[in-house]
C-alpha cells in the first residue's frame, strides 16, 4: 500500500547542470542580471572603455546560484541570456 502524498517525505530537489550565455549584441550592459546574480554575473569595461557583460566560470552555474540565474535570465530586460540545461 502507497502512502498519501502529505506522509511522504519530501522529493529531492531536481538539480541539474546549467549553463548560462549571453548575446553580447543585444546584452545592453545595464547590469540588471548583475544585481540578481553577483556571484555569475558581473559588469567590466573592454579594451575601448565600454561597459561589457562578464559571466564567471565559463557559464557553468553552480547549484547554489540556479535560482538568482533563472530569475535573471526571466528579467534581462534585452533578452539577452539563454539557459541550457
Ligand atoms: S540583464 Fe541582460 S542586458 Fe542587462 S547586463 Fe544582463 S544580460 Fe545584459
Known amino acids: 500500500m502507497t502512502q498519501p502524498l502529505w506522509q511522504q517525505p519530501p ?3 531536481n ?3 546549467m549553463k548560462v550565455t549571453v548575446d553580447a549584441v543585444l546584452c545592453e550592459a545595464n547590469a540588471v ?3 540578481l546574480a553577483p556571484e555569475v554575473f ?3 569595461s573592454d ?3 565600454e561597459d561589457v557583460l ?3 566560470a ?3 552555474v553552480p547549484a547554489a546560484s540556479q535560482a538568482a540565474v533563472r530569475d535573471a535570465v526571466s528579467r534581462c530586460p534585452k ?3 539563454q539557459l541550457q540545461e
Open 11 to 13: 522529493a529531492r530537489p
Open 54 to 56: 562578464a559571466i564567471a
Open 58 to 60: 565559463d557559464g557553468e
Open 42 to 44: 558581473s559588469i567590466h
Open 47 to 49: 579594451e575601448d572603455g
Open 15 to 17: 538539480i541539474r547542470d
Open 79 to 81: 533578452m539577452a541570456l
Open 33 to 35: 542580471c548583475a544585481r
